[in-house]
């Protein structure tokens, strides 16, 4: 138990549906991350917040709409995504960005999203 | 952005000592070396981090060349439970450019 859970666990869907992941940090944290895993492939940041503003969008589609209403919850809207994006969609928190005036940030994970589009 | 490259799998018994090699050619003067433990079907636990020089904890140790162009971490006397993938992260001081390598699956057998 990492502090950090996500919801849900499992998701199935279609390209034209329209759904959400949810994240939600008991840690007190500031910063919170969007990142998804392939199969074979190394994890892929997709998002960063801190302070619920967003600071980094790595060239992500905008079928992924994330959105951070305060600085405990952080979500991933879907909408239209293509079979390539079945990966599991994993979600971190820090107590500030990665390294503030050269401290180290740990980052705790959440389990994980495993989607699959069909 | 620093690159890095991992052995894709390492196999090893129980009470061995491992050593997983992560290369950083690239490694900026800012970039800080941390090191991830992945299971199935979980996220990344966080294992160690150094800068250079030698670092140990609990879990591991740390081996960082004067040149910083590798890491090794090292996984005195593993167990079954050691089994995941391990990701050598290389990232900058500003938080940003963290970026995870290919990682190396571990096999512990008995």
């Known amino acids: 138990e990492t502090g950090v859970t996500q919801t849900p666990r499992h998701l199935v869907m279609g390209m034209t549906n329209k759904k959400s992941l949810k994240c939600e940090q008991h840690?007190?944290?500031?910063?919170m991350y969007w990142y998804k895993q392939s199969a074979k492939k190394p994890l892929e940041l997709m998002f960063v917040y801190n302070f619920k503003e967003q600071t980094e969008n790595n060239s992500v589609p905008s079928r992924f709409s994330p959105e951070c209403p305060n600085s405990s919850h952080l979500f991933l809207h879907l909408h239209t995504l293509q079979p390539e994006d079945s990966a599991l969609y994993l979600c971190?928190?820090?107590?500030?960005?990665?390294?503030?005036?050269?401290?180290?940030?740990?980052?705790?994970f959440g389990p994980g999203t495993r989607l699959t589009v069909l | 952005l620093a690159k890095t490259t991992q052995p894709i799998s390492m196999d090893s018994y129980e009470g061995q000592e491992v050593n997983i090699t992560c290369s950083h050619n690239?490694?900026?003067?800012?970039?800080?070396i941390t090191w991830y433990q992945q299971f199935p079907s979980q996220g990344p636990r966080f294992i160690i981090q150094?800068?250079?020089t030698k670092v140990t904890n609990e879990v591991a140790s740390l081996f960082i060349p004067a040149d910083r162009k590798s890491s090794t971490l090292s996984l005195p006397r593993v167990s079954l439970s050691d089994t995941a993938v391990y990701y050598c992260?290389?990232?900058?001081?500003?938080?940003?450019?963290?970026?995870f390598g290919p990682g190396t699956r571990l096999s512990v057998l008995p």
């Open positions: 992260l290389v990232g900058d001081d500003y938080g940003q450019n963290f970026v």
């Open positions: 150094g800068y250079k």
């Open positions: 690239n490694i900026a003067t800012n970039d800080y």
């Open positions: 971190a928190s820090s107590q500030d960005s990665l390294f503030t005036r050269g401290v180290y940030n740990e980052q705790f």
């Open positions: 840690l007190g944290h500031n910063a």
